[in-house]
């Protein structure tokens, strides 16, 4: 109606994973330049591939998105949810069934973004840096802080050949709890192709080598994009890239635990496809230096965008 509200109703049913999430945006709230959203979402997803365990989630938020100057923004939100674990089969790690069967989440977090690419939807020159800051324990069960830092580079280098790198680092606190292992870090899938989801993680070394995340990472990423040859309204480019990282320090110390925070690394080439319902990607990655408990993905399918 002309004043550029959003509603909006994801939903998912795979194999894997079921979300259905149901959003509202209001991007000048109050006749001010303030955007104000609100979603509530239902998710369950079979985590046993990964770490031996299902979890069923159920939820609700709200946040506020600003100008701070003319290329400096935040966003600050509240989310409060229920988790519940299941079906955690008498083989799995020790960790993993001592995880609590039921948690509930009320977490207030905020993203600050300095922007200056030239577009965000298709950058070709300019950089973004970014920092999140997630703090659980405003009530609930769940007591943690963490933190994320990120950025990205566009270099032109030709004719629709755009250089990009990326980085990423994060840390998590307990703060005097041992943490869930669905609250800390893996890298797998998008996050370092050629390794599955979650295939980059300190590991259990018996039964089923369950990922049990880590309280510290980083990632790196230096991508080429570069038109195949179709016309430019397709909006299909190719990629070559090279992926690295690493994921560390499961929060507990054992001899069966192997946690390591040695580099990985992989390579490889893809696609990208500004397809009508949304940017498409199909990646083949390698591992170039991996860990012998390490799981790896040569192909990955997908819609995403990444800075």
Do not use: C
């Not at 050949?161 to 292992?181: D, E, F, P």
């Not at 320090?249 to 397809?275: E, N, V």
């Not at 199909?282 to 990955?300: A, Q």
């Amino acid at each position: 109606m002309g004043t550029g509200q959003e509603i909006g109703m994801k939903t998912r049913l795979a194999q894997k994973q079921t979300v259905l999430d149901v959003n509202y945006l209001q991007p000048y709230f109050l006749g001010k330049k303030l955007q104000f959203g609100v979603d509530a979402f239902m998710k369950k997803e079979n985590m046993q591939d990964m770490s031996s365990y299902d979890q069923r989630s159920t939820g609700a938020g709200f946040f506020f998105g600003y100008d701070l100057g003319q290329n400096l923004s935040q966003v600050l939100g509240y989310s409060i949810m229920g988790d519940r674990v299941s079906h955690i089969p008498s083989g799995a790690s020790i960790f993993v069934q001592q995880q609590p069967r039921r948690s509930t989440g009320s977490i207030v977090y905020q993203t600050l973004s300095y922007d200056k690419r030239d577009s965000r939807l298709d950058p070709t020159m300019g950089y973004i840096l970014s920092m999140t800051n997630e703090y659980a324990g405003v009530g609930g069960t769940l007591r943690y802080l963490k933190n994320v830092v990120g950025g990205a580079k566009f270099y032109p280098i030709g004719d629709d050949v755009v250089l990009v790198s990326r980085a990423k680092a994060g840390y998590m606190l307990g703060l005097g709890k041992t943490t869930r292992i669905a609250d800390r870090f893996t890298l797998g899938g998008e996050t370092l192709r050629g390794f599955d989801f979650a295939g980059v993680s300190p590991r259990d070394r018996t039964g089923f080598k369950d990922s049990l995340g880590g309280m510290k990472f980083y990632s790196a990423t230096i991508e080429t994009l570069f038109p195949i040859g179709l016309p430019n309204e397709f909006g299909v480019k190719g990629s070559v890239f090279m992926d690295a990282g690493s994921v560390w320090d499961a929060q507990q110390k054992s001899p069966l635990i192997y946690d390591s925070s040695a580099l990985r690394a992989s390579a490889g080439f893809g696609l990208s496809w500004k397809s009508p319902l949304g940017p498409l990607r199909l990646d083949f990655g390698w591992p170039l230096i991996k860990k012998p408990l390490d799981r790896t993905r040569v192909f990955l399918f997908g819609f995403s965008t990444r800075f």
